[in-house]
């Protein structure tokens, strides 16, 4: 089934280090996005990405990187900068605006990130 | 800017009452209309959608209607179901803004046996 796959569901980060989140997607979507939620609080938007090679700043992009070398895939690195990483990320997948506008976006189930 | 204001949870209800979840918004053109089901430890599921104004979306028992005139895209349910227990998001998207989602913050249902 087509779908957007999260890896791994449960991370630990210690104090200094650099952690990456997967997101694959198998839905041929062109456009990516990384959002964080806080226990109780809605979703904030950290990167996004449109097309492949490409990819832009959301509201909350500090201390964290991305890549997109491949259609399929949008890594999230979480790095040292960021100083309180613990929350749910989750990531998103939709079709390309330029095919059809307002389209929904679809999402993985959720990577859970702690600080050991 | 665009923005969504949903009414504050959680909202307690017993398993076969009414449901209504507020939703309003304000935005810079004419924006398409979500919710999403976020249940729990999981990501968001797309429950229903609206494209232009008096659109009515509707799935699993779940409507929601567009209202340009009150900028509003409330939620209901006619009887709610303990599996129903989860967090509702209000969100929407300009048509120049790709599928850029705005969201609200989110009502948490409950619903007891």
């Known amino acids: 089934d087509g779908g957007i796959t999260q890896s791994p569901k449960y991370l630990f980060r210690k104090e200094g280090q650099n952690v990456t989140l997967s997101c694959e997607q198998n839905l041929n979507h062109d456009a990516m996005y990384w959002y964080r939620q806080d226990p109780g609080q809605g979703l904030r938007l950290i990167y996004y990405s449109q097309i492949v090679n490409d990819f832009q700043k959301g509201d909350i992009a500090e201390g964290y990187s991305v890549s997109r070398e491949k259609k399929e895939s949008f890594p999230l690195t979480v790095t040292s900068a960021q100083k309180n990483p613990t929350a749910f990320y989750l990531c998103?997948?939709?079709?390309?605006?330029?095919?059809?506008?307002?389209?929904?976006?679809?999402f993985g189930d959720g990577t859970r990130l702690s600080i050991l | 800017g665009n923005s969504v204001t949903q009414m504050e949870g959680p909202v307690t209800l017993s398993e076969e009452a009414f449901l209504t979840i507020n939703c309003t918004y304000t935005a810079t053109g004419y924006p398409s209309l979500f919710w999403y089901v976020q249940y729990p430890g999981e990501g968001l599921q797309l429950l229903l959608k609206a494209t232009k104004a008096d659109d009515k979306g509707s799935n699993k028992g779940f409507e929601a209607t567009y209202r340009k005139e009150t900028t509003s895209f409330h939620l209901e349910k006619g009887s709610v179901q303990v599996s129903d227990s989860a967090v509702y998001f209000c969100a929407l998207t300009l048509l120049n803004a790709g599928n850029m989602l705005t969201f609200g913050g989110g009502t948490r249902l409950m619903v007891k046996p």
């Open positions: 998103a997948s939709s079709m390309n605006r330029d095919r059809l506008a307002n389209q929904p976006q679809h």
